[in-house]
């Protein structure tokens, strides 16, 4: 069954035309990996798929209903949660509130005293449970990055969408994370990751979808990706530059 | 036992309204009752306010604006229609609440400065309405015939009961404000101060929950307007929508430390001393909303959250206490 639908998804803010016919399919339980340079429009897809825009052209359909152009919260409410590449935590409230958040107010719209039942379990998860009654204005950027995907957790969604939840991490942090991503698989929740971290991505990825300058450019399995002459471009310039500098070497 | 314990917050919270006004029931002072009824009347009003200032993060320029409109529909039903006291404060909380639930409707959707402003305009352009709407009296405003009294056991009994009214309405406020902090939906109004967007994304339904915190916050200045203007025996447009009290309004709720139950009592009875102190006084009495302003100035530059967020920071032991 496929859990999320994206049907020539265009996007401009004025002149700029950010995303342009974006098409693509999720079955159920994988991991689609979202790669491109920067300002290629993926934070701008995450926000087209989870209703932050309306997207210009196209339909999202998720769970085989239309869900094009519906808010945030009815997107929450359907089964889908996301991070944010920028960190928002709710700094004020602790980390056990943040979490709780997700719970209450997510797909299972809990109350208070099981929302902190799930809070607990899905902090524990994520390896902030000794942290939970510290206020999350007070976590570093790492602890941050597991407090976003710990509210979004929280909510027991079917989809979820990571943004660069590995960018500013050392490697063990990485590694924690990669592994903790490979885990909500297990469970079988769906994910869509944008992320920088290459070898990461190639790892932990089922199928990866390439964006660059809003186009869609590519995509496929980890190995025909990292192959495709196109990404390579769009990554690395050129991909007969370096032969032909060789040959005018000669 | 648990439960008490449980609930410590609240009751701290409402020990405190009751240890405010215990020194005129006991010793039977009308004059230390109109100070006390003064003090319980901001206690209503700061913490009708916290419920959007400090659970919600919207800044209300014209909170005011809800005890005028609530004291003026009250203050009609008693004199015009010969309705009771009683009806006249129902009435007071249902319109203002409705005032607030069209309004929030409108202006909500407005962030920031943005709504702030628009709260004064909704403030001016209420007052100036009243000002032209000639059942109420016009510019003039309304008397109340002094035989209304007379219903209450006369006009000393009418007065006495005021401030008994005013007592229950304060402790009600508390409880009011305590609930809010502590449920699923205080919950979600706290993630839509902290980080409206990120609320959303996680599902708070933030235009609804806004639009309650508003209604919420408008519904006990609406029935404390209705009580206050009945024991004023005269209500005019000035008197019912002063921009400054709701400038006041924010310093007491800044004071004491907003989005906790006891920082907005303990501002209020703070502010309300020493408004009385600098009034009295020959050199302040032209100057005090100069040292009110002052005031809000030094607290959000050095204390911004306030008295009781000072020491739950400071103390985080009592947390439990200090709610």
């Given at each position: 069954?496929?859990?999320?639908?994206?049907?020539?998804?265009?996007?401009?803010?004025?002149?700029?035309?950010?995303?342009?016919?974006?098409?693509f399919?999720?079955?159920?339980?994988?991991?689609?990996?979202?790669?491109?340079?920067?300002?290629?429009?993926?934070?701008?897809?995450?926000?087209?798929?989870?209703?932050?825009?309306?997207?210009?052209?196209?339909r999202?359909?998720f769970?085989?209903?239309?869900?094009?152009?519906?808010?945030?919260?009815?997107?929450?409410?359907?089964?889908?949660?996301?991070?944010?590449?920028?960190?928002?935590?709710?700094?004020?409230?602790?980390?056990?509130?943040?979490?709780?958040?997700?719970?209450?107010?997510?797909?299972?719209?809990?109350?208070?005293?099981?929302a902190?039942?799930?809070?607990?379990?899905?902090?524990?998860?994520?390896?902030?449970?000794?942290?939970?009654?510290?206020?999350?204005?007070?976590?570093?950027?790492?602890?941050?990055?597991?407090?976003?995907?710990?509210?979004?957790?929280?909510?027991?969604?079917?989809?979820?969408?990571?943004?660069e939840?590995?960018?500013?991490?050392?490697?063990s942090?990485?590694?924690?994370?990669?592994?903790?991503?490979?885990?909500?698989r297990?469970?079988?929740?769906?994910?869509?990751?944008?992320?920088?971290?290459?070898?990461?991505?190639?790892?932990?990825?089922?199928?990866?979808?390439?964006?660059?300058?809003?186009?869609?450019?590519?995509?496929?399995?980890?190995?025909?990706?990292?192959?495709?002459?196109?990404?390579?471009?769009?990554?690395?310039?050129?991909?007969?530059?370096?032969?032909r500098?060789?040959?005018?070497?000669? | 036992m648990k439960?008490l314990?449980?609930?410590?917050?609240?009751?701290?919270?409402?020990?405190?309204?009751?240890?405010?006004?215990?020194?005129?029931?006991?010793?039977?002072?009308?004059?230390?009752?109109?100070?006390?009824?003064?003090?319980?009347?901001?206690?209503?009003?700061?913490?009708s306010?916290?419920?959007?200032?400090?659970?919600?993060?919207?800044?209300?320029?014209?909170?005011?604006?809800?005890?005028?409109?609530?004291?003026?529909v009250?203050?009609?039903?008693i004199?015009?229609?010969?309705?009771?006291?009683?009806?006249?404060?129902?009435?007071?909380?249902?319109?203002?609440?409705?005032l607030?639930?069209?309004?929030?409707?409108?202006?909500?959707?407005?962030?920031?400065?943005?709504?702030?402003?628009?709260t004064?305009?909704?403030?001016?352009?209420?007052?100036?309405?009243?000002?032209?709407?000639?059942?109420f009296?016009?510019?003039?405003?309304?008397?109340m015939?002094?035989?209304?009294?007379?219903?209450?056991?006369?006009?000393?009994?009418?007065?006495?009961?005021?401030?008994?009214?005013?007592?229950?309405?304060?402790?009600?406020?508390?409880?009011?404000?305590?609930?809010?902090?502590?449920?699923?939906?205080?919950?979600?109004?706290?993630?839509?101060?902290?980080?409206?967007?990120?609320?959303?994304v996680?599902?708070?339904?933030?235009?609804?929950?806004?639009?309650?915190?508003?209604?919420?916050?408008?519904?006990?200045?609406?029935?404390?307007?209705?009580?206050?203007?009945?024991?004023?025996?005269?209500?005019e447009?000035l008197d019912?929508?002063p921009?400054?009290?709701?400038?006041?309004?924010?310093?007491m709720?800044?004071?004491?430390?907003?989005?906790?139950?006891?920082?907005?009592?303990?501002?209020?009875?703070?502010?309300?001393?020493?408004?009385?102190?600098?009034?009295?006084s020959?050199?302040?009495?032209?100057?005090?909303?100069a040292?009110?302003?002052?005031?809000?100035?030094?607290?959000?530059?050095?204390?911004?959250?306030g008295?009781?967020?000072?020491?739950?920071?400071?103390?985080?032991?009592?947390?439990?206490?200090?709610?």
């Amino acid at each position: 069954m496929m859990i999320l639908q994206v049907q020539g998804v265009s996007k401009n803010f004025g002149g700029l035309q950010a995303l342009s016919n974006v098409t693509f399919d999720l079955p159920e339980g994988q991991i689609l990996g979202l790669i491109g340079p920067n300002g290629a429009g993926k934070t701008t897809l995450f926000n087209v798929i989870n209703g932050v825009y309306t997207p210009s052209e196209g339909r999202v359909i998720f769970r085989g209903k239309d869900v094009t152009g519906q808010k945030t919260y009815h997107m929450a409410h359907a089964g889908m949660a996301r991070t944010h590449q920028i960190v928002k935590p709710l700094n004020d409230l602790t980390v056990m509130e943040n979490v709780m958040v997700g719970a209450c107010f997510g797909r299972e719209s809990h109350n208070l005293k099981k929302a902190r039942q799930i809070a607990e379990e899905v902090l524990d998860f994520v390896g902030l449970a000794e942290r939970a009654e510290q206020l999350a204005g007070s976590l570093n950027v790492g602890q941050k990055k597991r407090l976003e995907m710990a509210r979004a957790l929280a909510s027991h969604p079917y989809l979820l969408l990571l943004d660069e939840v590995l960018a500013g991490l050392n490697p063990s942090e990485i590694a924690h994370m990669v592994d903790i991503v490979r885990r909500i698989r297990e469970q079988g929740i769906t994910i869509i990751m944008i992320e920088h971290v290459m070898h990461a991505i190639m790892n932990v990825s089922d199928r990866i979808l390439v964006l660059d300058y809003g186009q869609q450019i590519a995509e496929g399995s980890p190995e025909e990706i990292s192959q495709n002459p196109k990404v390579i471009e769009a990554y690395l310039g050129d991909p007969k530059l370096a032969e032909r500098l060789m040959e005018g070497g000669e | 036992m648990k439960t008490l314990k449980n609930h410590l917050g609240l009751i701290t919270s409402l020990v405190i309204v009751i240890l405010i006004a215990i020194a005129p029931i006991v010793s039977g002072n009308a004059a230390s009752r109109e100070v006390v009824f003064t003090i319980l009347r901001a206690i209503v009003l700061a913490s009708s306010l916290n419920i959007l200032l400090g659970y919600t993060g919207y800044v209300s320029f014209g909170h005011i604006v809800f005890f005028g409109f609530g004291g003026y529909v009250g203050f009609y039903l008693i004199t015009a229609q010969g309705q009771s006291l009683w009806v006249a404060m129902l009435a007071g909380g249902v319109v203002s609440g409705l005032l607030a639930y069209l309004l929030g409707k409108a202006i909500l959707r407005l962030r920031g400065a943005y709504f702030a402003l628009a709260t004064i305009g909704v403030n001016e352009a209420v007052r100036a309405f009243i000002n032209n709407f000639e059942p109420f009296g016009g510019p003039t405003g309304m008397t109340m015939n002094f035989s209304v009294y007379q219903e209450y056991g006369g006009a000393m009994k009418a007065l006495e009961m005021s401030f008994y009214i005013m007592l229950v309405l304060a402790l009600l406020v508390v409880v009011l404000s305590y609930v809010v902090r502590t449920s699923k939906f205080g919950l979600g109004l706290l993630a839509i101060r902290e980080d409206e967007d990120a609320a959303e994304v996680m599902g708070v339904v933030a235009p609804d929950a806004k639009t309650w915190a508003f209604v919420l916050s408008a519904i006990f200045p609406g029935m404390v307007g209705a009580l206050f203007f009945f024991k004023n025996g005269s209500v005019e447009p000035l008197d019912a929508f002063p921009l400054h009290t709701s400038i006041e309004m924010i310093v007491m709720v800044m004071l004491g430390g907003q989005g906790t139950v006891l920082g907005p009592i303990l501002g209020a009875a703070g502010y309300q001393r020493m408004r009385g102190l600098l009034v009295t006084s020959p050199i302040f009495k032209n100057i005090q909303l100069a040292v009110s302003g002052g005031l809000l100035l030094l607290i959000v530059l050095f204390v911004p959250a306030g008295v009781i967020g000072w020491a739950r920071q400071r103390w985080p032991k009592l947390r439990r206490v200090l709610q």
